[in-house]
C-alpha cells in the first residue's frame, strides 16, 4: 500500500504541473520538470510587512511534519497515528449552547468545526456567534483566494454588518448615543472562538468606524420595523463589500492600513453564512461555500437538502444572469475555460476589484500606491474586459423552516465538496452520531463506589473504541475527505501522504478545507410546533 500511494503522488509531482485556481484543479504533462518553475497562478497574499506580525502560524499545517519541497532528498510519508491525529485535531471548535433552568429553548444545541491547511498560511476562515442585540446565531465560512486577506477581513465585519442590519430604530439610536456620548456601547455579538483566531488589530478602530456610518445610514432611512432578514442578510454583503471597495480609494496616511486595505480590496473571498433563530433558518450564499441540511426521515433513512447554489460557470442560473448583465457581444468571453473571464471559479465574491473596477481606476489606486509586488497584488487585466462590474458580493438568500427530522447543518468551503458529495457528507455525520450513541457507556453506578469500580468503567469505555473516534464531527469529516481509497474506508497509509505532502506540492491535491456542523435541538422545535 505504502508503495502504491507514495509511488503514485511522487510520480505524479514529478511528471506534471497544475494550474490551480478556485474549484479545479488542471494539469498539463511536462516532460523535463526540471525545466519547470513551480508557479502559483494567483499569488500568495503576506498579510504583513517584514517584521510585523504574521499569520502563519494560524492553522497550517505543522510544519514539524510537513516537507517544505519536493526537491528534498528523504521523501517520507510517515506519520504515526498520533502525529495524523495531532494534525487533523489542532483547529478543533466546538461550542455546547447552555440550558438555563434545567432547558435549552435555543433549536442549536451546539456546534462543532475545524480546519486543514493546504495553502500556507490558510486562505480560509470562519466565525460563530451569538447575537446580543437582536435574536438568533449566525455561522459563517469564508474561502478565500489570491491570499487571505479578503477572507480575514470579511470574517471579521459581515456578521457585525447582519446584525446591526437587524436592528431596531432605538438599539440604533442606543448605540449611536454612547458612541457620541463617548459611553461604552453596547456588545452586538458573543463571537465563539478558536484560541488562534487572528484578527486585525490594527485596523479595528477604522472597521468600527465604517460600520459606525452604516448604521447611521440605517437611520437616516428613518424606516421602522426595518428589513426583514432576507433583506438585512443582502444589505450587509453588499454594504461590506462597497466598504472594501471605497476603503482602498480614501486617502491613508498609515502606511500599514493602506496595505491591508489594498490587499483586502485586490484578493477575494467567497462566503455562505447560517442565521438562525429558533425554527427560522436563513443561508446567504456567494461564491461556492455550500450548506446543506441532514435530515432524518420518518423511515429511518437520511437524505439532504441543499440550502446553496455553487455559483459558478457549471451554474445555469449564473450563466443567465451574467449575460442579462452584458452585452450579447461577450457571451462568448463572459466564461473562458470554465472560469468567469478566464480568471475566476466563483462567480460571486467579496473584493476581487480588479473584476469589478474599470482600467482607469486600477490604474489610478496602483499607480499612486507602494510596491504592490512586494505586497503579492495580482495584477492582471484580461482581454474582452468592456463592461465592468462582471463579480458582484450580492448573495442568494435561503429560507427553511426547522422541522423536527432537521438534524443538522454543514456548512464548508469548497475543499470538502470537492473531496465528498453531499450524501456522503450527511451518511458520514449520521454514522458518527449513530456511532457516538452507540458507544456511550451505561454508568449504572454500584454502591458504594470505589477506585476499583470506576477503573473497570473506564476500561469498557476504552474497549468500546470510543478513544479512538473523534469526537470533534468536522475532523471526522476532513479525516474521509482526503484519506478515504476507493471503497469509502479511511486508508491509514493515504492520510499520512497527504497530510505530509510539500507546500509546493500539496494545493495539487487538496485545497484548504473548513467545515463547521451545526446540530439541532429536536425537542426545542417539537415544542415550537407544539405550542403553535
Known amino acids: 500500500m505504502s508503495r502504491t500511494v507514495s509511488s503514485w503522488i511522487f510520480s505524479s509531482a514529478r511528471n506534471s504541473i497544475v494550474l490551480q485556481g478556485k474549484g479545479h484543479l488542471y494539469s498539463i504533462h511536462i516532460p523535463n520538470r526540471n525545466k519547470i518553475k513551480w ?5 500568495k497574499t503576506r498579510l504583513y510587512p517584514a517584521g510585523s506580525c504574521s499569520l502563519d502560524n494560524t492553522f497550517s499545517l505543522k510544519k514539524a511534519f510537513r516537507h517544505t519541497s519536493t526537491e528534498e532528498e528523504h521523501f517520507s510519508f510517515q506519520l504515526s497515528p498520533s502525529q495524523i491525529n495531532y494534525v ?3 483547529g478543533e471548535l466546538s461550542h455546547k449552547i447552555l440550558y438555563l433552568n434545567g432547558k435549552n429553548a435555543n433549536s442549536v444545541l451546539r456546534f462543532e468545526s475545524n480546519q486543514l491547511a493546504s495553502n500556507t498560511p490558510i486562505e480560509d476562515r470562519r466565525s460563530a456567534a451569538t447575537c446580543l442585540q437582536t435574536k438568533g446565531m449566525m455561522f459563517g465560512v469564508f474561502d478565500g483566494h489570491a491570499g487571505s486577506a479578503c477572507a480575514q477581513a470579511v470574517s471579521e465585519r459581515l456578521l457585525h454588518y447582519i446584525a446591526v442590519s437587524l436592528m431596531s430604530r432605538q438599539t440604533l439610536e442606543e448605540i449611536e448615543l454612547a458612541v457620541e456620548c463617548m459611553k461604552p456601547v453596547l456588545p452586538i455579538l458573543q463571537w465563539h472562538k478558536h484560541p488562534n483566531d487572528v484578527e486585525y488589530r490594527e485596523i479595528t478602530s477604522q472597521y468600527f468606524e465604517n460600520l459606525r456610518v ?3 445610514h440605517l437611520l437616516d432611512l428613518d424606516t421602522e420595523p426595518g428589513f426583514s432578514l432576507e433583506e438585512a442578510m443582502i444589505c450587509a454583503f453588499k454594504r461590506l463589500d462597497s466598504d472594501i471597495s471605497l476603503e482602498v480609494q480614501a486617502p491613508q496616511e498609515n502606511e500599514l ?6 490587499q483586502v480590496a485586490f484578493s477575494g473571498a467567497t462566503a455562505c453564512v447560517a442565521h438562525i433563530d429558533g425554527v427560522h433558518l436563513h443561508v446567504a450564499n456567494t461564491g461556492d461555500c455550500r450548506a446543506i441540511l441532514g435530515v432524518h426521515e420518518e423511515d429511518g433513512t437520511w ?18 444572469r451574467l449575460k442579462r448583465e452584458h452585452p450579447r457581444s461577450e457571451e462568448k468571453t463572459l466564461f473562458v475555460n470554465d472560469r468567469l473571464l478566464g480568471i475566476l471559479m466563483p462567480s460571486r465574491a467579496f473584493g476581487d476589484v480588479q473584476l469589478k473596477w474599470s482600467k482607469e481606476l486600477q490604474h489610478s489606486i496602483l499607480e499612486n500606491s507602494c510596491d504592490v509586488e512586494a505586497l503579492n497584488i495580482y495584477q492582471y487585466v484580461p482581454p474582452n474586459y468592456h463592461t465592468p462590474p462582471y463579480l458582484t458580493a450580492e448573495p442568494e438568500v435561503t429560507y427553511h423552516k426547522l422541522r423536527s427530522k432537521d438534524k443538522f447543518l454543514v456548512i464548508a468551503s469548497d475543499g470538502l465538496w470537492e473531496m465528498l458529495s453531499n450524501e456522503k457528507v450527511v451518511n458520514l455525520v449520521a454514522g458518527h452520531l449513530t456511532e457516538l450513541n452507540v458507544q456511550k457507556p451505561q454508568l449504572a453506578f454500584e ?23 473523534d469526537q470533534n464531527i468536522a475532523t471526522h469529516l476532513i479525516r474521509h475527505a482526503i484519506g478515504s481509497n476507493e ?28 467545515v463547521t456542523v451545526v446540530y439541532f435541538n429536536s425537542e426545542t422545535i417539537e415544542n415550537y410546533y407544539r405550542n403553535n
Do not use: C
Open 214 to 216: 452604516y448604521w447611521q
Open 303 to 320: 437524505s439532504t437538502l441543499p440550502l446553496t447554489r455553487d455559483h459558478n460557470a457549471f451554474d445555469e442560473f449564473e450563466i443567465r
Open 257 to 262: 492600513m493602506r496595505n491591508i486595505a489594498l
Open 487 to 514: 471503497y469509502g474506508e479511511v486508508d491509514q497509509e493515504k492520510l499520512a501522504a497527504m497530510l505530509t505532502l510539500p507546500e509546493d506540492l500539496a494545493r495539487m491535491y487538496r485545497d484548504d478545507i473548513t
Open 447 to 469: 454502591k458504594p463506589v470505589n477506585l476499583g469500580y470506576m477503573h473497570s468503567l473506564l476500561l469498557q469505555r476504552k474497549n468500546r473504541g470510543i478513544a479512538s473516534l
Open 88 to 90: 487533523l485535531r489542532a
Open 39 to 43: 508557479k502559483l497562478v494567483l499569488s
